[in-house]
């Protein structure tokens, strides 16, 4: 059993699983992060970014200045902006037969895999994870293609050019596998590959394994999976959540007695405890619009979103903030929103059970009926008459590089009054403000992640009780800024398999085991044996049948009515020989003593043995070994005695 | 004793002996004997009064058949009668006494076993107790056995009741100006010290003494070790005697008791069990506390007791040890040392900062500390305890202390640090202990209250910016609770208010203040937004403080900005859906105008707004305490502005308010009416003859339920150039009467009472001034009021009988003399019956006595209809 590690950042996986005969890809990730080393894509022209001055190094030599443009002490990429893709040269992709995707964040990276690559497997997902899932690839596309950048930049990445660049350009790794954003035709036909399964439900793969999705709490449908074969389990631990938020509450017990869990997707702010930070979102939100300022919060069109708009929905009284309109600007904000409230099946209990009062389950609607909460595509259209301050816009994308927000971003960046507040965890709210110094607006930092911290997992695990664990490297030690914490990571015994970035694991337990079927006309025909009470033994003649890694046993058939025919045929014809019986028990010594000198055999010399005794016949000169698993007898030129004594030893063994 | 109730008593004894399962309820006896002995104190004797008492005891004592919470009830009311010498030969004749103090009767009766009985045979020997010649009847009786096995009875009431009594009988035997083997003590001495009753023979009565006690001594030292982890209760029962003992004894029975169990105690002290470290420094404690009088040195062998409780134990139980000492507040420099050393030491460990250098006796601890400090469970309760005692340590004398105050705020603050992940452990030896502490909400509270503790000690004002850096690093930090930010928020309170010089606050750490505290009242926690609200109104509350250019200046205004930061931020708070933060606000915002009322500014638009925001409080909350608040916001505007009168806005509100107050639904509003009325009354008549102010009055009298003002008010009154007369006339019109009398008839009690006691010392000023003015009261319109035909109106109404003679005229209003009124209403009785509790009549010893008799015939009914077997289903 391999496990294949192609990106090495821990909340967006992309492993490849191969368990007897299947290889399996949980997850793909893509990693947004590179594109933080790009310029804003603006959606009117900003005469602040088009005038940036080019990057000119000290000694002259190169001539990037196109390409690379300078702000506040920071270059950047003039171009648009580039992903880093899961490793593609570690294995064939076209060999995977199928993937697992375990929340709508983990698939960003589908069509770079299903697409051009021979693949030609079957996706599955939940229904939430494949709807949310394209809204948000929907949405990214939209991003790129509607401001269209005509520069392709590749000139620095060159290698020798780019080990002159600054910080941290140069030391951005693997810049040639950058892909720019697909398109809206990679997206359909990579998520028309995708099967829909619900929670606990039991997908066979070609009979080998069967896998199975089970809630994980951390996001509308999302989920973690179990891989197992019939006498072996593997655990897949995505994303997952013990905080009661709105999706259904993860389901624990399931993960037990696995001999493999492949942990990833804990939460990258383990010292930001989600309630005090939706606290800070909150406060700092009605401090700003108190005091007469506009707030921004960049983030994704789903997920923490939901759960920030019902905080702000009890919070909005309390605040008084109940004239203060609020924004959301998405491509696919209408959707979102709408999506969220059909998928009851998803959601927690309570959610659920307002379905049938009938209310929608979040509360969102009633902001918006009240017009509290308005949404719009873009900020073209009819937003820019409806646009009143001072106000609340929730909008993408987190990066700062694209999107709204970047409109936002150079609107009120230069007022003190504003505030920008950063809840989505994935990115370093400083280098998403890098190209926008020198910046007045106030910032909040208040990360929102809830998925499992250290202290729960460690919980977890003590639980669920698997046998090896497997996980990022990264949480196999603490944060780097924070080299005390010693409780901000993974202390397991046995200590956990660490991976990175183009890992090959080999995942340390071996198949010991395999289940046959017998059909019943066989199975009666048996003649059980007991050899002691309650274990009963018998001999199987048949035909092994493997087919879609299913083994049955069958009976053999009989020989067709043998025309008499050619002779020389017959020897082939032959019934087949019937196998020697089965002996067990052991030869008991006394007895066996006594009956060789019933036979005349008198002169014994028995020696003790590690494994039993040795009978030295010394006038035969022949040896009998009667050991525990055997019993030799060593008799030269005389067959007439070895007979004798095999039919001696024999009457004291069981035949089956 | 009234003479119907002497009347009742035969028959309700006989009720009470039939049988006692018809009493009304459980607590009737009680009830019954708590009225025998308030009678018996009043001097009277019960069975002269009740001859029928001593029939009941004897047929209860001597009955087969009797209840045994009537026999127990029979033991105490016994003891209560033998408590006095005539009562005690009286019931010796009748030979009750020996049967109803005889153990092995109830045993044979087989009640013994239950301890109702039981807990009646100590109390009734206990109470009996008195005079010598209970005593030699106790000694006689050879009650002294049993009553030590009570000791360790398997109830607990019994055995505390137990001890209670051989403490009693100790004390007895050995009263405190005694010495235990001077058989030439004096009258005063050998008698009682109780009743002071002369002892009749008193070398017989020592001797009883001396074997009493020899046998007490001896018990106490044959049952103090344990034999067996099992025994520990008995042992624990045994030290808490003995620190009982202690704590009374005299100096020569404390030796007499030392030397008989000095050597247990040095066996159990070095026995390391921790359930024992309590009880045993109560021993100790007890010991010295009673070292007194012309012994002022304790006693060596407690001396060396608690060196050892100090030095050989576990550390918990060191902690623990040297807690109980420090409390003791016992001037023994080395132990104080000592102790103080042991409680840093968990702090020492924790912050690595070096408290207690050069400290070896302690330091011989600190491996064993170290392991116990990684378990999470302890770790927390001993650094919580050694927070709770670490500001005592900082008051203790500067060459007895091990360290100087600054340094231990130094270390609560490094713990507060680590407490909420602001820091790193110095030492990597202390991850695991780190680990116990990062995130702990009990911890950080225990160090806030320390912190804010330490305000108060000498010597730490040079920590106050450390202290401030950090409190602000907790009110801004996200995860805080709101207990932890409550708590931060009290401690920045003290330490600001201590130190009278401010000019150390950098602008940077005055402007993170104003960030944290603007963020905070927008928070989404309500206690939070409440404890913010509250630290802007004691802020504002605050004396003032010195500036860095020597001046004098606001404290609020110096690390705030004042009002023009706090005012707008309250305004806001005034619109909080939670109750509690409104009335917070509205409080804190007569805090922070209280100073310009002071001075006697002139409303600006602001409080105009304010006050019109706070009259639809007023009328329009539905929650009583932001109503409430909106009355003592009024009554601190009212005291403390010095002309209220030369005060539209105020004097305008006020009407309003008092309209609206006396109209409210809640009490406590109302009553918080009364007293702005109250204030007004005084505010016009102090200075008019007759009329008396009203704590002079009634001094002492608030209702115990009633929120009680905070300050006392201080009245600004004007030159008396005005008539009584005038001045009423404004009252009247200020709506004053009406508040009054619709208090008066309110259907809460202290409403009425309060609106009554005003009312009188109105009639007092009234009739009461002196006539030489003009025969104002009957003609001056001013002095009249209108009366409505509805609510209290009306009942005032049918109080003066006046619907006759309205009839005929228009029946909503009548207007009638305020003299007339105040005259005819007979306050007088009407507060006599006010001042009564609600239930007085119910709780009266004849009621009581009714009530038996009543519940007893009910019963006998009942038999009688059982007896029938006439059984009634009901469904």
């Given at each position: 059993?391999?496990?294949?590690?192609?990106?090495?950042?821990?909340?967006?996986?992309?492993?490849?699983?191969?368990?007897?005969?299947?290889?399996?890809?949980?997850?793909?990730?893509?990693?947004?992060?590179?594109?933080?080393?790009?310029?804003?894509?603006?959606?009117?022209?900003?005469?602040?970014?088009?005038?940036?001055?080019?990057?000119?190094?000290?000694?002259?030599?190169?001539?990037?200045?196109?390409?690379?443009?300078?702000?506040?002490?920071?270059?950047?990429?003039?171009?648009?902006?580039?992903?880093?893709?899961?490793?593609?040269?570690?294995?064939?992709?076209?060999?995977?037969?199928?993937?697992?995707?375990?929340?709508?964040?983990?698939?960003?990276?589908?069509?770079?895999?299903?697409?051009?690559?021979?693949?030609?497997?079957?996706?599955?997902?939940?229904?939430?994870?494949?709807?949310?899932?394209?809204?948000?690839?929907?949405?990214?596309?939209?991003?790129?293609?509607?401001?269209?950048?005509?520069?392709?930049?590749?000139?620095?990445?060159?290698?020798?050019?780019?080990?002159?660049?600054?910080?941290?350009?140069?030391?951005?790794?693997?810049?040639?596998?950058?892909?720019?954003?697909?398109?809206?035709?990679?997206?359909?036909?990579?998520?028309?590959?995708?099967?829909?399964?619900?929670?606990?439900?039991?997908?066979?793969?070609?009979?080998?394994?069967?896998?199975?999705?089970?809630?994980?709490?951390?996001?509308?449908?999302?989920?973690?999976?179990?891989?197992?074969?019939?006498?072996?389990?593997?655990?897949?631990?995505?994303?997952?959540?013990?905080?009661?938020?709105?999706?259904?509450?993860?389901?624990?017990?399931?993960?037990?007695?696995?001999?493999?869990?492949?942990?990833?997707?804990?939460?990258?702010?383990?010292?930001?405890?989600?309630?005090?930070?939706?606290?800070?979102?909150?406060?700092?939100?009605?401090?700003?619009?108190?005091?007469?300022?506009?707030?921004?919060?960049?983030?994704?069109?789903?997920?923490?979103?939901?759960?920030?708009?019902?905080?702000?929905?009890?919070?909005?009284?309390?605040?008084?903030?109940?004239?203060?309109?609020?924004?959301?600007?998405?491509?696919?904000?209408?959707?979102?929103?709408?999506?969220?409230?059909?998928?009851?099946?998803?959601?927690?209990?309570?959610?659920?059970?307002?379905?049938?009062?009938?209310?929608?389950?979040?509360?969102?609607?009633?902001?918006?009926?009240?017009?509290?909460?308005?949404?719009?595509?873009?900020?073209?259209?009819?937003?820019?008459?409806?646009?009143?301050?001072?106000?609340?816009?929730?909008?993408?994308?987190?990066?700062?590089?694209?999107?709204?927000?970047?409109?936002?971003?150079?609107?009120?960046?230069?007022?003190?009054?504003?505030?920008?507040?950063?809840?989505?965890?994935?990115?370093?709210?400083?280098?998403?403000?890098?190209?926008?110094?020198?910046?007045?607006?106030?910032?909040?930092?208040?990360?929102?992640?809830?998925?499992?911290?250290?202290?729960?997992?460690?919980?977890?695990?003590?639980?669920?009780?698997?046998?090896?664990?497997?996980?990022?490297?990264?949480?196999?030690?603490?944060?780097?800024?924070?080299?005390?914490?010693?409780?901000?990571?993974?202390?397991?015994?046995?200590?956990?398999?660490?991976?990175?970035?183009?890992?090959?694991?080999?995942?340390?337990?071996?198949?010991?085991?395999?289940?046959?079927?017998?059909?019943?006309?066989?199975?009666?025909?048996?003649?059980?044996?007991?050899?002691?009470?309650?274990?009963?033994?018998?001999?199987?003649?048949?035909?092994?049948?493997?087919?879609?890694?299913?083994?049955?046993?069958?009976?053999?058939?009989?020989?067709?009515?043998?025309?008499?025919?050619?002779?020389?045929?017959?020897?082939?014809?032959?019934?087949?020989?019937?196998?020697?019986?089965?002996?067990?028990?052991?030869?008991?010594?006394?007895?066996?003593?006594?009956?060789?000198?019933?036979?005349?055999?008198?002169?014994?010399?028995?020696?003790?043995?590690?494994?039993?005794?040795?009978?030295?016949?010394?006038?035969?000169?022949?040896?009998?070994?009667?050991?525990?698993?055997?019993?030799?007898?060593?008799?030269?030129?005389?067959?007439?005695?070895?007979?004798?004594?095999?039919?001696?030893?024999?009457?004291?063994?069981?035949?089956? | 004793?009234?003479?119907?109730?002497?009347?009742?008593?035969?028959?309700?004894?006989?009720?009470?002996?039939?049988?006692?399962?018809?009493?009304?309820?459980?607590?009737?006896?009680?009830?019954?004997?708590?009225?025998?002995?308030?009678?018996?104190?009043?001097?009277?004797?019960?069975?002269?009064?009740?001859?029928?008492?001593?029939?009941?005891?004897?047929?209860?004592?001597?009955?087969?058949?009797?209840?045994?919470?009537?026999?127990?009830?029979?033991?105490?009311?016994?003891?209560?009668?033998?408590?006095?010498?005539?009562?005690?030969?009286?019931?010796?004749?009748?030979?009750?006494?020996?049967?109803?103090?005889?153990?092995?009767?109830?045993?044979?009766?087989?009640?013994?076993?239950?301890?109702?009985?039981r807990i009646g045979w100590i109390h009734g020997f206990s109470t009996m107790l008195q005079h010598r010649q209970a005593f030699s009847f106790f000694v006689r009786a050879d009650s002294i056995k049993p009553l030590l096995q009570l000791q360790t009875d398997t109830s607990l009431f019994v055995a505390s009741a137990a001890s209670q009594m051989l403490t009693q009988v100790l004390m007895f035997c050995h009263p405190l100006s005694s010495g235990f083997n001077e058989t030439e003590v004096d009258n005063k001495s050998s008698s009682s010290s109780i009743t002071g009753l002369k002892c009749p023979n008193a070398t017989e009565s020592d001797h009883e003494s001396a074997a009493v006690v020899t046998e007490i001594l001896e018990f106490l030292k044959r049952r103090m070790l344990p034999k067996e982890p099992s025994q520990l209760h008995q042992s624990q029962q045994i030290l808490k005697l003995l620190a009982s003992i202690l704590s009374q004894a005299g100096p020569s029975l404390q030796n007499k008791l030392l030397l008989t169990v000095g050597e247990s105690l040095e066996e159990l002290v070095a026995s390391n069990y921790s359930q024992l470290t309590r009880p045993l420094m109560d021993v100790i404690l007890a010991g010295y506390s009673s070292v007194g009088g012309d012994v002022k040195v304790p006693d060596p062998i407690l001396s060396r007791l608690l060196s050892v409780m100090l030095n050989q134990r576990e550390p918990p139980d060191l902690i623990h040890a040297a807690a109980a000492f420090l409390c003791s507040g016992h001037d023994n420099r080395i132990h104080m040392e000592q102790s103080a050393g042991i409680l840093l030491l968990p702090v020492d460990i924790i912050t690595s900062l070096t408290l207690l250098e050069g400290n070896f006796t302690v330091k011989e601890h600190q491996l064993s500390m170290m392991e116990q400090l990684k378990n999470k469970t302890s770790c927390v309760s001993m650094i919580c305890i050694s927070l709770k005692y670490i500001p005592k340590i900082t008051l203790m004398a500067p060459d007895c202390r091990p360290c100087p105050p600054a340094s231990v705020v130094g270390?609560?603050?490094?713990?507060?640090?680590?407490?909420?992940?602001?820091?790193?452990?110095?030492?990597?030896?202390?991850?695991?202990?780190?680990?116990?502490?990062?995130?702990?909400?009990?911890?950080?509270?225990?160090?806030?209250?320390?912190?804010?503790?330490?305000?108060?000690?000498?010597?730490?004002?040079?920590?106050?910016?450390?202290?401030?850096?950090?409190?602000?690093?907790?009110?801004?930090?996200?995860?805080?609770?709101?207990?932890?930010?409550?708590?931060?928020?009290?401690?920045?309170?003290?330490?600001?208010?201590?130190?009278?010089?401010?000019?150390?606050?950098?602008?940077?750490?005055?402007?993170?203040?104003?960030?944290?505290?603007?963020?905070?009242?927008?928070?989404?926690?309500?206690?939070?937004?409440?404890?913010?609200?509250?630290?802007?109104?004691?802020?504002?509350?605050?004396?003032?403080?010195?500036?860095?250019?020597?001046?004098?200046?606001?404290?609020?205004?110096?690390?705030?900005?004042?009002?023009?930061?706090?005012?707008?931020?309250?305004?806001?708070?005034?619109?909080?859906?939670?109750?509690?933060?409104?009335?917070?606000?509205?409080?804190?915002?007569?805090?922070?105008?209280?100073?310009?009322?002071?001075?006697?500014?002139?409303?600006?638009?602001?409080?105009?707004?304010?006050?019109?925001?706070?009259?639809?409080?007023?009328?329009?909350?539905?929650?009583?305490?932001?109503?409430?608040?909106?009355?003592?916001?009024?009554?601190?505007?009212?005291?403390?502005?010095?002309?209220?009168?030369?005060?539209?806005?105020?004097?305008?509100?006020?009407?309003?308010?008092?309209?609206?107050?006396?109209?409210?639904?809640?009490?406590?509003?109302?009553?918080?009416?009364?007293?702005?009325?109250?204030?007004?009354?005084?505010?016009?008549?102090?200075?008019?003859?007759?009329?008396?102010?009203?704590?002079?009055?009634?001094?002492?009298?608030?209702?115990?339920?009633?929120?009680?003002?905070?300050?006392?008010?201080?009245?600004?009154?004007?030159?008396?150039?005005?008539?009584?007369?005038?001045?009423?006339?404004?009252?009247?019109?200020?709506?004053?009467?009406?508040?009054?009398?619709?208090?008066?008839?309110?259907?809460?009690?202290?409403?009425?009472?309060?609106?009554?006691?005003?009312?009188?010392?109105?009639?007092?000023?009234?009739?009461?001034?002196?006539?030489?003015?003009?025969?104002?009261?009957?003609?001056?319109?001013?002095?009249?009021?209108?009366?409505?035909?509805?609510?209290?109106?009306?009942?005032?109404?049918?109080?003066?009988?006046?619907?006759?003679?309205?009839?005929?005229?228009?029946?909503?209003?009548?207007?009638?003399?305020?003299?007339?009124?105040?005259?005819?209403?007979?306050?007088?009785?009407?507060?006599?019956?006010?001042?009564?509790?609600?239930?007085?009549?119910?709780?009266?010893?004849?009621?009581?006595?009714?009530?038996?008799?009543?519940?007893?015939?009910?019963?006998?009914?009942?038999?009688?209809?059982?007896?029938?077997?006439?059984?009634?289903?009901?469904?």
């Open positions: 059993m391999k496990l294949y590690c192609l990106s090495g950042h821990p909340t967006l996986p992309c492993n490849v699983l191969k368990f007897k005969s299947t290889t399996i890809m949980l997850d793909c990730g893509l990693d947004t992060t590179s594109v933080l080393n790009f310029l804003p894509l603006p959606l009117v022209h900003s005469p602040r970014l088009s005038k940036l001055p080019g990057w000119i190094p000290k000694d002259g030599t190169m001539n990037l200045e196109k390409e690379l443009k300078e702000c506040a002490g920071r270059v950047f990429v003039d171009s648009q902006p580039e992903f880093c893709l899961p490793e593609r040269e570690l294995l064939d992709l076209s060999t995977i037969d199928v993937i697992l995707i375990s929340n709508y964040h983990c698939m960003m990276a589908l069509p770079y895999i299903t697409e051009h690559t021979g693949f030609t497997g079957t996706v599955y997902a939940t229904e939430p994870t494949l709807q949310i899932g394209r809204l948000l690839m929907e949405e990214l596309v939209n991003f790129m293609e509607r401001v269209p950048k005509a520069q392709s930049a590749t000139s620095w990445k060159n290698k020798d050019m780019q080990r002159m660049l600054p910080g941290p350009l140069k030391d951005a790794v693997d810049v040639w596998t950058w892909k720019r954003c697909y398109g809206m035709q990679e997206v359909n036909s990579a998520l028309s590959r995708v099967q829909l399964v619900g929670y606990s439900q039991k997908v066979e793969l070609f009979g080998a394994v069967q896998v199975s999705p089970l809630s994980s709490g951390y996001s509308l449908g999302s989920s973690n999976w179990i891989i197992q074969s019939h006498h072996e389990k593997v655990a897949y631990v995505s994303g997952s959540s013990l905080l009661t938020t709105h999706p259904q509450p993860m389901d624990q017990s399931s993960l037990k007695n696995s001999d493999v869990l492949i942990l990833t997707g804990l939460t990258q702010m383990p010292t930001a405890n989600p309630d005090g930070m939706l606290g800070e979102f909150c406060s700092n939100l009605a401090m700003t619009i108190r005091a007469g300022g506009n707030v921004l919060v960049p983030c994704y069109s789903s997920g923490v979103i939901y759960d920030l708009l019902e905080c702000l929905y009890q919070f909005i009284d309390s605040a008084n903030l109940g004239t203060t309109p609020f924004y959301f600007i998405s491509p696919v904000a209408n959707s979102s929103l709408e999506f969220s409230q059909i998928f009851a099946e998803w959601l927690c209990h309570n959610k659920q059970s307002k379905v049938y009062l009938p209310e929608p389950p979040f509360p969102h609607a009633e902001l918006i009926q009240t017009n509290k909460l308005k949404h719009y595509p873009s900020i073209h259209g009819d937003f820019s008459s409806d646009f009143r301050q001072p106000c609340v816009v929730f909008t993408g994308h987190p990066s700062l590089r694209f999107g709204d927000v970047v409109h936002f971003m150079e609107l009120w960046g230069k007022s003190g009054l504003n505030t920008i507040i950063f809840t989505e965890p994935d990115f370093s709210y400083l280098d998403a403000l890098a190209p926008y110094q020198p910046l007045a607006m106030k910032c909040v930092y208040c990360p929102i992640d809830t998925r499992l911290n250290f202290h729960q997992v460690a919980k977890l695990l003590k639980e669920v009780q698997p046998l090896h664990v497997v996980c990022p490297e990264q949480y196999t030690q603490p944060p780097m800024t924070q080299s005390h914490r010693s409780d901000l990571m993974l202390e397991l015994q046995p200590p956990p398999m660490p991976y990175r970035r183009c890992s090959v694991l080999n995942l340390p337990f071996r198949r010991r085991y395999e289940r046959v079927y017998i059909l019943p006309e066989l199975a009666q025909s048996l003649v059980p044996t007991e050899v002691k009470p309650g274990v009963s033994i018998a001999t199987v003649s048949a035909v092994l049948h493997s087919k879609d890694n299913k083994h049955t046993l069958q009976s053999v058939p009989k020989p067709p009515p043998v025309p008499p025919t050619k002779k020389r045929k017959r020897v082939m014809e032959e019934p087949p020989v019937a196998p020697k019986p089965l002996l067990s028990g052991a030869v008991p010594l006394e007895a066996f003593l006594a009956t060789l000198q019933k036979h005349g055999i008198t002169e014994v010399k028995v020696e003790e043995t590690a494994d039993g005794h040795i009978l030295h016949l010394q006038a035969e000169d022949t040896l009998i070994q009667l050991e525990e698993d055997g019993t030799h007898i060593v008799c030269d030129n005389n067959e007439p005695l070895r007979t004798t004594l095999r039919d001696l030893v024999l009457r004291f063994l069981q035949k089956l | 004793m009234d003479e119907e109730c002497v009347s009742l008593l035969p028959r309700v004894c006989d009720v009470l002996a039939a049988s006692g399962s018809s009493l009304p309820d459980d607590t009737s006896l009680e009830k019954l004997l708590d009225w025998f002995s308030a009678v018996t104190k009043s001097g009277v004797s019960l069975l002269e009064v009740s001859p029928c008492l001593l029939g009941f005891i004897s047929s209860v004592v001597s009955s087969r058949a009797s209840e045994s919470s009537i026999i127990s009830f029979a033991l105490k009311l016994i003891g209560l009668v033998a408590a006095a010498e005539d009562g005690f030969r009286a019931l010796q004749e009748t030979s009750v006494l020996d049967l109803a103090f005889d153990p092995q009767h109830w045993r044979e009766e087989g009640l013994w076993e239950d301890p109702c009985i270390a609560v603050l490094s713990l507060l640090r680590l407490c909420s992940g602001l820091s790193p452990p110095s030492v990597a030896g202390c991850v695991t202990v780190f680990r116990n502490v990062t995130g702990s909400g009990k911890v950080q509270k225990c160090a806030l209250e320390a912190l804010s503790a330490l305000s108060s000690s000498p010597e730490v004002k040079v920590m106050l910016v450390e202290v401030f850096t950090l409190l602000i690093e907790y009110l801004n930090h996200p995860d805080s609770d709101p207990t932890v930010l409550q708590k931060s928020y009290q401690a920045l309170l003290k330490w600001i208010g201590v130190c009278s010089n401010l000019s150390s606050i950098t602008n940077q750490l005055k402007q993170d203040l104003t960030q944290v505290v603007r963020k905070r009242v927008c928070d989404m926690r309500w206690e939070v937004r409440d404890s913010t609200v509250e630290f802007l109104g004691h802020l504002a509350g605050l004396p003032a403080c010195s500036t860095e250019d020597g001046g004098v200046c606001d404290i609020s205004q110096y690390v705030l900005g004042g009002c023009c930061f706090t005012t707008p931020l309250l305004m806001e708070a005034l619109h909080d859906p939670e109750s509690y933060v409104r009335a917070s606000a509205i409080s804190a915002l007569a805090q922070a105008m209280r100073n310009s009322w002071r001075q006697g500014a002139v409303p600006t638009k602001e409080q105009a707004e304010i006050v019109t925001q706070l009259l639809e409080i007023l009328s329009q909350d539905t929650e009583g305490f932001a109503r409430r608040a909106v009355l003592q916001f009024f009554i601190t505007w009212f005291s403390s502005y010095p002309s209220c009168t030369s005060s539209p806005l105020l004097m305008q509100s006020v009407r309003s308010v008092l309209l609206q107050g006396c109209a409210d639904l809640d009490w406590e509003v109302k009553v918080h009416t009364l007293d702005l009325a109250e204030l007004l009354m005084d505010q016009a008549f102090l200075g008019q003859h007759g009329y008396t102010k009203g704590l002079e009055s009634h001094p002492a009298q608030p209702h115990p339920y009633a929120v009680t003002a905070k300050q006392a008010y201080t009245l600004h009154t004007h030159s008396g150039t005005h008539t009584l007369s005038s001045d009423l006339d404004g009252l009247v019109k200020q709506g004053l009467l009406s508040v009054l009398l619709s208090g008066l008839f309110d259907c809460d009690r202290p409403v009425g009472l309060k609106a009554c006691r005003l009312l009188i010392r109105l009639k007092d000023a009234l009739l009461l001034r002196p006539q030489d003015t003009t025969d104002a009261g009957k003609t001056d319109p001013g002095l009249n009021c209108e009366l409505l035909s509805q609510g209290w109106a009306h009942e005032i109404r049918n109080v003066l009988g006046m619907e006759d003679r309205t009839s005929g005229t228009d029946a909503h209003t009548v207007t009638i003399n305020v003299c007339d009124l105040v005259k005819c209403l007979d306050l007088e009785e009407r507060l006599d019956v006010l001042t009564r509790s609600s239930d007085h009549f119910y709780n009266s010893p004849r009621s009581l006595l009714q009530d038996i008799l009543t519940a007893g015939s009910a019963h006998a009914q009942q038999d009688s209809q059982l007896k029938e077997e006439v059984i009634v289903d009901c469904y």
